[in-house]
């Protein structure tokens, strides 16, 4: 059974930077990206960036564009995505997921098209 392990959040003043990471160990051979999501308090989750696996190629939200960056190291065994975030602002604030999944073309920020879910991990910035 896959497993996601998040590591990475905190707090910080805007303006600052985190960086996220997940590690995924037993991927399924189809699976084809890795994505971060977010979900603010009371709010739906939203898709934040995603990752091509083997292409590496990459997809973000409007939102955080110029300011997130998404990168994966595959290994033998595991795949580890990094979220690297930068000029964090107070609606920043949520709880990030880290996801796998085969997303259709146009759907990879989009969650119904991703599997299986870290547990995620708190990103609290304060102005």
């Known amino acids: 059974q896959v497993q996601l392990v998040e590591s990475g959040g905190g707090s910080v003043q805007a303006g600052g930077s985190l960086t996220l990471s997940c590690t995924a160990s037993?991927?399924?051979?189809?699976?084809?990206?890795m994505g971060w999501f977010r979900q603010p308090p009371g709010k739906e989750r939203e898709g934040v960036a995603a990752i091509g696996i083997s292409t590496g190629r990459t997809v973000y939200a409007d939102s955080v564009k110029g300011r997130f960056t998404i990168s994966r190291d595959n290994a033998k065994s595991a795949v580890t995505t990094y979220l690297q975030m930068n000029s964090l602002k107070p609606e920043d604030t949520a709880k990030y997921y880290c996801?796998?999944?085969?997303?259709?073309?146009?759907?990879?920020?989009?969650?119904?098209?991703?599997?299986?879910w870290g547990q995620g991990t708190q990103v609290t910035v304060s102005s």
């Open positions: 037993r991927l399924p051979y189809s699976t084809a990206y």
């Open positions: 996801s796998i999944g085969q997303p259709a073309g146009g759907a990879q920020l989009q969650a119904l098209s991703y599997d299986a």
